[in-house]
């Protein structure tokens, strides 16, 4: 009997259902499974398994100690790494025995990893609109003194009698000017949006040629992976290329500064449907891809990456980061960073219809 040949109820549900037999093949997968693992039933008749199981030895364990016990048991926010480098957050019911023809095990995987990313958002969201605040209060307390500052340093440079006194009077000029530039930049992009509908790899190849020339004859190996279907995205081109380049150049200075034998950066695109951004699903959106295979970012910095003053370099001066993400979320998106096995990738979501934005975007395949 094959059960693919029967009526499926299980392929109406959202969780994805494995069923193996003795010898760890899959003798029942529904359509959620296939999603889920990123394999068709084909595919994972003829591989097994055992591939999944050996990348992942916690499922491994507790199915045997399901089978010992002959008790269902289960996993609470497992990371599995499945085929194609694929990873996914998910609770596990394992169920030893099932009554199913030639059943050994029963899996059920609910992907829970949308819900933990809207969850992660919202937090971080919350902890940037909070700290954003704070650095604004504390921008405009800083202008009123520095401006006294400013003008008494002028002042006393007309009274001086020897001219050449002058050098100090300049030097606080000078470092006067600096801090009120570093305040402008935490207080974020003053000027409004200038939108129209924008190619989306129109602003990425421009960042791609002023990289190359900021390169020299550095070696760097570029992978593009573009989705020519992609719609166009309602955005500043402007403000755009400057998110873009402020990520790929952080990507560029990462892999210098971390020695990569073999830099590789990676610009990719891609179309999101039904996506959930700040709390508001979008029915179509852009993701843009700027990855690395840099050091990465440390452990302890990925809860705080975008907030202000927050650098994982030396010397950096922590405001990059942050404002990217200020001028995406005044197109309504978001910046993602996503950790990867050997790669560092950020991702820029823009929703293709922004809320008070109508009409349709053309598409990039029809231009």
Not at 50 to 58: H, I, K, M, Q, R
Not at 118 to 146: C, V, W, Y
Not at 222 to 240: G, H, M
Not at 282 to 303: F, M, S, W, Y
Request: net charge negative.
């Amino acid at each position: 009997m094959n059960p693919r040949s029967e009526p499926r109820l299980a392929d109406t549900l959202n969780t994805a259902i494995v069923v193996l037999d003795d010898r760890n093949r899959p003798i029942y997968l529904n359509s959620a499974a296939e999603q889920f693992l990123g394999t068709s039933y084909s595919a994972a008749l003829k591989s097994g398994f055992d591939t999944v199981l050996s990348a992942n030895p916690l499922l491994a364990h507790t199915i045997d100690e399901a089978l010992a016990s002959q008790q269902v048991m289960t996993l609470r926010e497992i990371e599995l790494t499945l085929a194609h480098e694929l990873t996914r957050v998910a609770d596990c019911a394992i169920t030893p025995r099932p009554d199913f023809p030639a059943a050994r095990v029963m899996l059920e995987f609910n992907d829970i990893e949308r819900h933990l990313r809207i969850s992660r958002d919202a937090r971080i969201n919350s902890l940037q609109m909070t700290t954003r605040q704070m650095m604004r209060g504390l921008a405009h307390e800083l202008k009123n003194p520095l401006g006294g500052l400013r003008g008494a340093a002028q002042l006393l440079e007309r009274e001086l009698p020897d001219p050449s006194l002058t050098e100090y009077t300049r030097i606080i000029l000078q470092e006067t000017d600096r801090l009120r530039v570093l305040i402008d930049r935490m207080l974020g992009p003053s000027d409004r949006l200038h939108c129209r509908w924008v190619n989306i790899h129109e602003p990425l190849e421009q960042v791609r040629q002023l990289l190359r020339v900021e390169a020299g004859g550095e070696r760097l190996d570029w992978q593009l992976d573009y989705d020519p279907s992609l719609p166009e995205v309602w955005a500043d081109r402007d403000q755009l290329v400057q998110v873009l380049l402020n990520l790929a150049r952080n990507a560029v200075q990462a892999m210098r500064e971390g020695e990569v034998e073999s830099p590789r950066l990676t610009f990719r695109t891609r179309v999101l449907r039904q996506f959930t951004v700040h709390g508001k699903r979008h029915r179509l959106a852009v993701r843009i891809d700027v990855e690395d295979n840099g050091p990465g970012v440390p452990e302890e910095l990925v809860e705080t990456l975008f907030l202000p003053m927050v650098s994982g370099r030396a010397g950096g001066s922590g405001l990059g980061l942050s404002l990217a993400q200020t001028i995406v979320e005044r197109h309504q998106g978001m910046i993602e960073f996503v950790p990867k096995r050997g790669l560092t990738r950020f991702s820029v979501i823009l929703p293709i219809h922004p809320e008070g934005v109508s009409g349709p975007p053309s598409t990039a395949a029809s231009e």
